[in-house]
């Protein structure tokens, strides 16, 4: 009978112990684990895209592109380009590409997530640069 009043006196040192070893915890680095960067499908920049013009055949546009990861077996006439990044808890984007092709196995549009910026003209860079030498 005599543990019984020495458990009630170790018990409420043994919580105290415990909850006050927590407050330490806080400046303790813990090791985080490795994020791995989860890239799938074909890379698009929109360098690649500009690089398009419509009336290219399909072997130019493979040449610029690659080969597009999903084609349509019932429709040979679009090809379609998906690229996805997931690095976990930090980010994650997905973009897609789509061109199709006329009769003729021409590019004729581009859809998507990108489209090919205009080239400038000549006459527009000489205003511009006009412009800056008169200010």
């Known amino acids: 009978m005599s543990t019984m009043p020495a458990m009630k006196r170790l018990l409420p040192i043994i919580v105290s112990v415990c909850l006050l070893s927590g407050c330490g915890l806080s400046n303790i680095k813990m090791p985080k684990l490795y994020k791995v ?23 130019q ?43 003729d196995n021409r590019l004729a549009t581009i859809s998507g997530d990108y489209a090919p910026n205009a080239p400038a003209e000549d006459g527009e860079e000489n205003t511009s640069d006009a412009a800056s030498n008169s200010g």
């Not at 006439?77 to 789509?98: C, D, H, M, Q």
């Open 61 to 103: 546009v493979a040449f610029v592109m690659g080969e597009p990861v999903l084609r349509d077996p019932f429709d040979d006439t679009k090809w379609v380009y998906l690229y996805s990044i997931n690095v976990p808890g930090v980010f994650a984007e997905e973009s897609r590409l789509i061109l199709a092709f006329d009769e």
């Open 37 to 59: 960067a989860i890239q799938q499908g074909n890379v698009i920049t929109q360098d690649m895209v500009d690089k398009l013009k419509p009336g290219m055949t399909r072997r």
